[in-house]
C-alpha cells in the first residue's frame, strides 16, 4: 500500500477547511485572505503532485537562485495576456530571490491586440500580424504565441513602461526571421543607438544584444534597409533580461481566445524553447477549451498530453505546472466542466508525472464567481477578474509554490501531496445570472497612464461534422467583428470567398458585425 499524503476537506461552520494527515503540515497564509474572501479555499494553495520527481529539478534551482538563474515560462489565454495575473507572479518571486528579468514582450499594437499593464505600445509602419489562438497560422508563430511582420522601411515598435526599469536589464533577445532578405535594426535608448545587424549566420533563433539601462521607461525598435535585398522583418518577440546570472526570469506567453491545441499550430515553438532554457514550464488553459460548449472534448486528453510530451522533448530538465481553470459563467448559466476538468488535469499529471495547481478549488470551486462579481474581484462578463483579481490569483500562485518548496524541505521521505476535494464537489450549482455586458468584454487596466480597456475576442467555437460533404473538415463558428471581409476571413481560414457563402446561403459580399459564420476547416 503506497504512502498517501491527502488533506481531508470538511464543512464546519459553513466553512470548508482543510487539515493534514499523515504529520503532513501547511505553511499558513495570512488571515487577510479568509477575513476578506471567505469563498477562498487558502489552505489548498499547494502544488499538488502524484511523485516527487514532478518537482526535483525546479526545487533544486529555487535553493540556488543566488548564483543561478531561475527561469519560468507560463503559457496561457486571455487570462495570462495583459499581465497583471503572471506580473504579480514576477513580482511576488523577484521580491524573494531577485530580479533576473522581466522575459517575453511584445509590441501589442502591431498585432491590433490590447496592451499589457506593465508597459504600453504603439508602431509606425504597416504591419501584418498572426496570434496563437487562429488555427492554421498565415504567420509562423514562436514561443511568444503572436508574430508581426513589415515590408515597409522606415518602421518602428515602441516601448513604454509604467515603472522603472532596474539598470542591470541590459541584455535584449530579438527573436526574428533570420536571413539575408531581413531588414537589419536599430535599437534606441535615451538618445542612443545600437545597430543590429540580422543575416543567415547567426546558428541561435534569437539575436542578443547589449543595450544601455532603459533609463527614461523608453526603447524604439527601428526598421533600417541598408542593402538592396532587403525586403522584410518578421518578429516573434524579445526578452529583456538582465546581465546578471541569478534571480527569477518570468516569461509570459499568454494569448488572449487561446487553448491547449493552439500550441499544436505554434510552428517554430519547439525549436525556440531550449534557448529559453525554462527550469519551469506553466500551462494555463481550459477556459476556452469548454467555456462555449460546457463539454470536455474527448481528444483533449490527448492533446494535453502531446503537448506535454513535446515540452519535454525541448525541455528535458523543465517541471511542468497543469492548472485548472476558475468557476465561469456562460450565456447566463453557470459551466458544470470545472469540475471534470480538475479531474482530468489531475489524472494527466499523475501519469505524466506533472505537478498541478488546482486554481478551481483554490479560488472557491463551483457557483463561486458570484462571490468574485460581488466584491469587485472580477468582470461583469463572469469569466474574466478585474486587475485586483488577477493580482490575487498571482498572489495566490506565489504563496502555493513557497508553501510548497517548504514541504518538500521538511518532508524529504514524501513522494506525493493532493487534496480529496469529494465534499467540495457536492456543493449545487447557483441559479442563472443576467451577464451585463457582452462576451466581447474587455479587462480594465491598473495604471492611470494605461489604456483603459482591454479587448477580449472570443474564439471560434468547434462544433461537429454534420454530413459527408465536409468530411476531413472541422466546423468553426467565426465572429465577424469591425473591419473584417469576406476575403480577409476566407484568408485567415485558407478557404476561398465562393466557399463562405455557400456554407452560409449568402447571395452577397456584404456581412455585418457581430453576426457570425460557419467555417469549414479541413482537419491537421
Known amino acids: 500500500m503506497r504512502i498517501v499524503s491527502c488533506i481531508i476537506l470538511f464543512l464546519s461552520l459553513g466553512i470548508f477547511k482543510a487539515e493534514a494527515q499523515g504529520g503532513n503540515e501547511l505553511i499558513p497564509l495570512k488571515e487577510t485572505y479568509y477575513s476578506k474572501h471567505k469563498f477562498l479555499h487558502p489552505e489548498m494553495c499547494m502544488l499538488q503532485f502524484y511523485s516527487r520527481e514532478s518537482l526535483n529539478t ?31 507572479i514576477r513580482k511576488r518571486l523577484q521580491e524573494l530571490h531577485g530580479a533576473g528579468g522581466r522575459g517575453l514582450m511584445f509590441p501589442y499594437s502591431a498585432a491590433n491586440t490590447y496592451t499589457s499593464v506593465e508597459y504600453s505600445t504603439s508602431h509606425t509602419g504597416i504591419w501584418s500580424y498572426e496570434k496563437g489562438f487562429t488555427m492554421l497560422p498565415r504567420l509562423p508563430l514562436g514561443v511568444r504565441g503572436m508574430t508581426c511582420r513589415t515590408v515597409q522601411s ?16 541590459t541584455t535584449l533577445k530579438i527573436f526574428c526571421k533570420q536571413t539575408l532578405n531581413s531588414y537589419d535594426l536599430s535599437i534606441e535608448i535615451d538618445g542612443k543607438f545600437t545597430p ?30 541598408n542593402n538592396p535585398d532587403e525586403n522584410e522583418f518578421e518578429f516573434y518577440g524579445m526578452s529583456l533580461e538582465s546581465e546578471q546570472e541569478k534571480g527569477v526570469l518570468y516569461h509570459n506567453a499568454g494569448v488572449g481566445a487561446a487553448r491547449f491545441s493552439s500550441l499544436l499550430f505554434y510552428e517554430l515553438l519547439w525549436k525556440q524553447i531550449p534557448y529559453v532554457k525554462p527550469d519551469l514550464i506553466v500551462l494555463d488553459y481550459g477556459t476556452n477549451d469548454y467555456l462555449y460548449d460546457d463539454i470536455i472534448r474527448p481528444e483533449l486528453e490527448k492533446e494535453i498530453k502531446t503537448i506535454i ?64 462579481v460581488n466584491q469587485g474581484l472580477a468582470q461583469p462578463d463572469y ?66 497612464n494605461a489604456a483603459t ?16 460533404s465536409t468530411a476531413g473538415r472541422v466546423k468553426y463558428v467565426h465572429k465577424i467583428t469591425t473591419g473584417e471581409s469576406l476575403y480577409s476571413i476566407a484568408k485567415k481560414y485558407n478557404v476561398t470567398v465562393s466557399q463562405l457563402k455557400s456554407w452560409n446561403n449568402l447571395h452577397s459580399d456584404l456581412i455585418n458585425a457581430g453576426k457570425t459564420l460557419n467555417v469549414w476547416v479541413i482537419r491537421r
Open 383 to 448: 469569466i474574466h477578474l478585474s486587475v485586483p483579481g488577477y493580482q490575487l490569483k498571482g498572489d495566490l500562485f506565489f504563496e502555493s509554490i513557497r508553501n510548497t518548496m517548504s514541504w518538500l524541505d521538511k518532508y524529504s521521505e514524501r513522494e506525493e501531496f493532493f487534496f480529496n476535494v469529494d465534499s467540495l464537489k457536492k456543493i449545487p450549482a447557483p441559479p442563472p445570472v443576467v451577464i451585463s455586458k457582452p462576451q466581447n468584454t474587455t479587462v480594465k487596466q491598473n495604471p492611470s
Open 196 to 225: 543590429v545587424i540580422i543575416d543567415d549566420k547567426n546558428p541561435d533563433p534569437f539575436i542578443t544584444v547589449k543595450i544601455p539601462a532603459i533609463g527614461s521607461r523608453k526603447m524604439t525598435i527601428h526598421v533600417v534597409k
Open 58 to 88: 525546479f526545487y533544486k534551482k529555487w535553493k540556488n537562485t543566488g548564483s543561478d538563474k531561475l527561469s519560468i515560462l507560463h503559457f496561457g489565454d486571455s487570462h495570462c495576456q495583459h499581465e497583471a495575473f503572471p506580473g504579480q
Open 154 to 169: 522606415p518602421a518602428s515598435l515602441n516601448f513604454s513602461f509604467f515603472s522603472e526599469v532596474p539598470n542591470h536589464y
Open 309 to 372: 510530451s513535446k515540452m519535454r522533448a525541448a525541455a528535458p530538465d523543465a517541471c511542468i505546472i497543469l492548472t485548472s481553470s476558475q468557476d465561469l459563467f456562460f450565456k447566463n448559466r453557470n459551466c458544470r466542466s470545472g469540475i471534470p476538468f480538475s479531474d482530468l488535469i489531475h489524472r494527466i499529471a499523475a501519469e505524466t508525472k506533472c505537478a498541478v495547481f488546482d486554481w478551481f478549488y483554490i479560488a472557491g470551486g463551483q457557483g463561486t464567481m458570484h462571490d468574485w
Open 453 to 468: 480597456k482591454v479587448a477580449v475576442k472570443t474564439p471560434a467555437k468547434t462544433v461537429s461534422v454534420p454530413n459527408a
